[in-house]
């Protein structure tokens, strides 16, 4: 997978989509932040969303969706939320 600085990207768009379509998904590096270029098909099919990139540039392989799906290994099982304390009304149908 490569990475683009965004003024390089924007004068080779053609070329990063190019290789976004042969390689796989490209980044793009704007500032601080990181942003992926990748067909629908890749998208859809979930290659998109292998892609993980942390502070340091590095990719786990880690999927998206298995990381929004498994709770945080910071020890909190569950969320309580306080029950309401006044009274309901009664509404008419």
Same mark, same amino acid.
């Given at each position: ?29 704007? %500032? ?8 629908? =098909?890749? @998208?859809? *099919?979930? $290659?998109?969303?292998?892609?993980? !990139? &942390? ?13 929004? %799906? ?8 569950? =969320?309580? @939320?306080? *029950?309401? $304390?006044?009274?309901?009304?009664? !509404? &008419?149908?």
């Amino acid at each position: 997978m490569a990475t683009w600085g965004a003024t390089e990207a924007k004068a080779k768009f053609s070329a990063v989509l190019n290789k976004a379509k042969k390689e796989g998904p490209q980044v793009v590096r704007r %500032r601080d932040e990181e942003y992926i270029v990748a067909t629908k =098909v890749q @998208f859809e *099919r979930g $290659t998109a969303a292998d892609v993980d !990139v &942390d502070e340091n540039g590095k990719t786990s392989g880690q999927r998206l969706w298995e990381r929004l %799906r498994c709770p945080p290994e910071d020890g909190i099982d569950d =969320v309580d @939320f306080p *029950r309401m $304390t006044g009274h309901l009304r009664k !509404v &008419d149908f």
